[in-house]
């Protein structure tokens, strides 16, 4: 734990997504207080030695092998090391920050992220699919490695800062919310036709395009939904999932005496972020402030299975186990990229999901070259799906 006006040794995976970015904001605000050791990108090698040369990262790598000369040019003469390739994002996760956020998106997070785990880190958690694809398997690394484990999601963020670590057995449920994207109250006619355009139009966050699109389907509760289970260790049937449309409520506890606690805030990730970068202190962030005077109502209601059948996809995976939802995720990702690309339409996506999910049914999972495999299949059964038309 880094003491008070100490510095904090950081590094971050995925430093130019949505959730890089505003990590990189806060730590250019308060700059005294972190050293950043790495920092990691995908392609965006423009982007990443800009960011790499503000806050003077020690070492910068780029996942795309043909970006490496772009990188390498941008940062001639600075004397920040740069590297290349899937292997390179691992060795930035690998050396010496007390702290790591874990924003790389998607799979593709998953063995940087173990990395960061098995030597003991503090790592902020905003890859889902870590805890989605291999949750068993993650969840035993922390607790042999002894990392230390905060959710950034800002709905597993707010139960974190709510849940009674302490006592678990105090807990009734858990309470995750959602906005319901942008088609929460749309025809399903017009959902039907949605463009990419109008699905990553996110009401109230600002976020990349994959995960605004699983928002608009409502798969992010889902695999949320997966994510609490290994977080907090409660089942299923003890996770609760209500939309709230002006995203200020973030989610809530209830305990065994009909108390409810809720974290609130205005829709802004460098909340639950700073939270993370500060701990176990907090830090000043430049976001909205909350005024409930003027929000003057607030709103809940229980997601429609017809317009989000993700969320029973979800469910259903959780409950059968195994590789399921490592399947659910690989599907939904490679069915997710096929709607961006305008290859299919938006009930596609979770069409594709269920038929894969029934297609690899069964699959069970020990190690982590198991769900490799699994999510390598499902991708390739996600990419070969047939789905009947709208209505079929």
């Known amino acids: 734990m880094v003491a008070a006006g100490a510095s904090r040794a950081v590094t971050v995976l995925g430093s130019t997504g949505s959730v890089g970015c505003s990590t990189i904001d806060l730590i250019e605000r308060e700059p005294e207080r972190f050293e950043v050791v790495a920092v990691t990108a995908n392609t965006n090698a423009g982007l990443l030695a800009d960011q790499a040369r503000r806050v003077g990262a020690g070492f910068a790598a780029i996942a795309d092998p043909a970006q490496y000369r772009t990188l390498s040019d941008a940062l001639g003469g600075t004397g920040i090391e740069c590297a290349a390739g899937a292997g390179a994002l691992v060795e930035a996760a690998e050396r010496q920050a007390e702290w790591v956020m874990a924003g790389i998106v998607g799979a593709a997070g998953l063995a940087p992220t173990l990395a960061a785990v098995r030597r ?73 036709g949605a463009t990419p355009e109008q699905a990553v139009a996110h009401p109230n966050w600002d976020m990349g395009a994959k995960i605004s699109v699983d928002s608009a389907t409502m798969m992010n509760k889902g695999l949320e939904l997966i994510e609490a289970h290994h977080l907090f260790g409660l089942p299923g049937e003890r996770i609760e999932i209500v939309v709230h449309p002006q995203s200020i409520v973030h989610s809530m506890v209830a305990y065994i005496d009909g108390s409810v606690l809720a974290q609130l805030g205005t829709p802004d990730m460098r909340i639950p972020i700073s939270y993370a970068l500060a701990w176990p202190q907090r830090m000043s962030t430049p976001s909205e402030r909350l005024d409930l005077c003027t929000i003057a109502r607030l709103d809940f209601e229980a997601p429609d299975p017809v317009r989000f059948p993700a969320l029973r996809l979800a469910r259903e995976a959780l409950g059968a186990g195994g590789a399921a939802p490592t399947v659910l995720n690989a599907a939904n990702e490679e069915a997710v990229g096929q709607f961006l690309a ?40 996600a990419r070969a799906a047939r789905t009947a038309p709208a209505g079929g």
Do not use: W
């Open 120 to 192: 003991g880190a503090i790592v902020a958690l905003a890859n889902k699919e870590c805890l989605v694809c291999a949750g068993s398997l993650f969840i035993r690394e922390v607790a042999a490695s002894g990392a230390t484990l905060l959710p950034v999601d800002s709905e597993h963020n707010a139960i974190y800062q709510v849940f009674a670590s302490a006592a678990p057995e105090t807990v009734e449920k858990i309470i995750l919310t959602a906005s319901g994207g942008p088609f929460r109250t749309a025809s399903m006619n017009r959902i039907a």
């Open 342 to 381: 305008g290859r299919i339409g938006f009930l596609e996506i979770a069409r594709i999901v269920e038929a894969v999910l029934e297609e690899m049914a069964g699959l069970g999972i020990s190690t982590l070259d198991d769900v490799r495999e699994a999510d390598r299949a499902a991708r390739m059964h």
